[in-house]
């Protein structure tokens, strides 16, 4: 075999395309969360010790390649990585059938009963705050009408976080963000009333005691009961 053949010259990065690499490694890592805002343009390059315009054509790569979305007059953002994996169609068909809801919820419990699971072996301090504390937002609401979804959805995403997969979060980020609607549709019969409420937070009380004590079967069970109830209306 010639050398010649197998090693080749090396080619400089060009410094947009550094920056391209460290942003996406950012993401992929978990580092940058979906849907956080990246600083201003002005501040980002100086914080890369680089021109505007190569920042500029860095962003728009990002950009193209689907990992940050440009808004107009309010910045960049990350954009999550699950995106490509549940198609905007399913929308219009749950539109024309609101029974098909129910493939949301299978697919939930696919993703969130792994995510208990490795959440309770991987759970930090600061995860169960983070839980404990929109639990007890959840747990202080319990006489309204019906519990609002956004406690509840970041209290699923903060034990998906604590999965420490950063695919899965991205999915379920993607999922709640385009979908949340329909799942809400699915929780009404069930956050009507005190009584309902309780129970809601009941099971997540189960699920965080479980994550707590690291008992990753128990939590397992848990967040597939949980997710049962509540799919159950569309069998």
């Known amino acids: ?19 391209v690499r460290h942003i996406k490694s950012l993401i992929t890592r978990g580092i940058l969360d979906p849907g956080e805002k990246l600083p201003a343009e002005r501040s980002l390059a100086s914080l890369f010790g680089v021109g505007r315009s190569t920042l500029r054509e860095a962003m728009n790569t990002l950009s193209t390649l689907g990992f940050i979305e440009i808004r107009k007059r309010q910045g960049a953002f990350v954009k999550s990585l699950g995106e490509t994996v549940i198609p905007d169609s399913f929308a219009q068909i749950m539109d024309e059938d609101q029974t098909k809801v129910k493939y949301l919820y299978e697919l939930r419990m696919d993703l969130e009963v792994a995510s208990s699971f490795m959440a309770a072996k991987n759970r930090s301090a600061e995860d169960l705050q983070i839980m404990d504390r929109l639990l007890g937002t959840m747990e202080s609401q319990v006489s309204e009408p019906r519990l609002g979804i956004g406690e509840d959805i970041k209290f699923h995403m903060a034990i998906a976080n604590a999965s420490r997969n950063i695919l899965r979060v991205h999915v379920l980020e993607n999922l709640f963000t385009r979908y949340g ?3 809400d549709i699915a929780r009404r019969p069930f ?31 848990a967040m597939r009961a949980h997710l049962r109830m509540v799919a159950a209306q569309w069998d």
């Open 1 to 19: 075999m010639k050398m010649n053949e197998i090693f080749t010259t090396i080619k400089p990065l060009k410094v947009s395309d550094e920056i």
């Open 181 to 183: 609607h329909y799942i």
């Open 191 to 221: 956050f009507q009333g005190k009584s309902h409420n309780e129970e809601i937070c009941s099971h997540h009380r189960q699920i965080l005691s479980a994550i707590e004590q690291q008992q990753p079967d128990e939590a397992r069970d």
